[in-house]
């Protein structure tokens, strides 16, 4: 169980319990490792241990946190928070909604001016083109920055036609 090497003076001590006339009387470091683990004997045959193990795989279910246990004024307190949050959140909800809703009215009441004005725009703009992608000009607004901020090596579309006829 215990194992010491010629090269160095840490002395190895593996998983196993150790008695008192086990341990070593030498004064140097011990370095624990961990040894590989030994079933605990059971009662019950493999087949059976099968047919549990796959039950208790079909039945688990999802793994519910520990329910807290607090005093009275802590739970009150718990609850408050729990609360303020939940209402902060539905505001939060609420007003997203709504700036989606105007943007989306904003938009809808540009292309009706557009479409009263001048139908050809109109057409133009509403013009479904087919195998198109974003182009990487195209910025959508987001609420965090991009990981890359800059395309150093960016030639656009019509650059790469003109040189490739040179």
Same mark, same amino acid.
């Given at each position: 169980?215990?194992?010491?090497?010629?090269?160095?003076?840490?002395?190895?001590?593996?998983?196993?319990?150790?008695?008192?006339? #086990?341990?070593?009387?030498?004064?140097?470091?011990?370095?624990?490792?961990?040894?590989?683990?030994?079933?605990?004997?059971?009662?019950?045959?493999?087949?059976? #241990?099968?047919?549990?193990? #796959?039950?208790?795989?079909?039945?688990?279910?999802?793994?519910?946190?520990?329910?807290?246990?607090?005093?009275?004024?802590?739970?009150?307190?718990?609850?408050?928070?729990?609360?303020?949050?939940?209402?902060? #959140?539905?505001?939060?909800?609420?007003?997203?909604?709504?700036?989606?809703?105007?943007?989306?009215?904003?938009?809808?009441?540009?292309?009706?001016?557009?479409?009263?004005?001048?139908?050809?725009?109109?057409?133009?703009?509403?013009?479904?083109?087919?195998?198109?992608?974003?182009?990487?000009?195209?910025?959508?607004?987001?609420?965090?920055?991009?990981?890359?901020?800059?395309?150093?090596?960016?030639?656009?579309?019509?650059?790469?036609?003109?040189?490739?006829?040179?």
């Amino acid at each position: 169980m215990l194992r010491s090497s010629a090269k160095s003076s840490i002395q190895t001590l593996s998983r196993g319990f150790l008695s008192a006339e #086990q341990i070593p009387s030498k004064s140097g470091p011990i370095q624990f490792v961990r040894g590989k683990r030994t079933k605990k004997v059971s009662s019950i045959s493999p087949q059976t #241990q099968k047919i549990i193990t #796959q039950l208790s795989v079909l039945s688990a279910r999802k793994k519910v946190p520990r329910v807290l246990k607090l005093s009275n004024e802590d739970l009150v307190r718990h609850d408050a928070v729990q609360r303020a949050w939940g209402v902060y #959140q539905k505001d939060k909800r609420i007003k997203n909604k709504s700036d989606l809703a105007k943007q989306y009215e904003a938009m809808n009441n540009a292309m009706t001016d557009l479409k009263s004005t001048n139908r050809e725009l109109y057409d133009l703009a509403n013009v479904r083109e087919v195998n198109k992608k974003f182009p990487l000009e195209f910025r959508i607004p987001t609420h965090f920055p991009p990981n890359k901020v800059w395309y150093y090596d960016y030639v656009p579309k019509d650059e790469t036609k003109t040189t490739k006829e040179n």
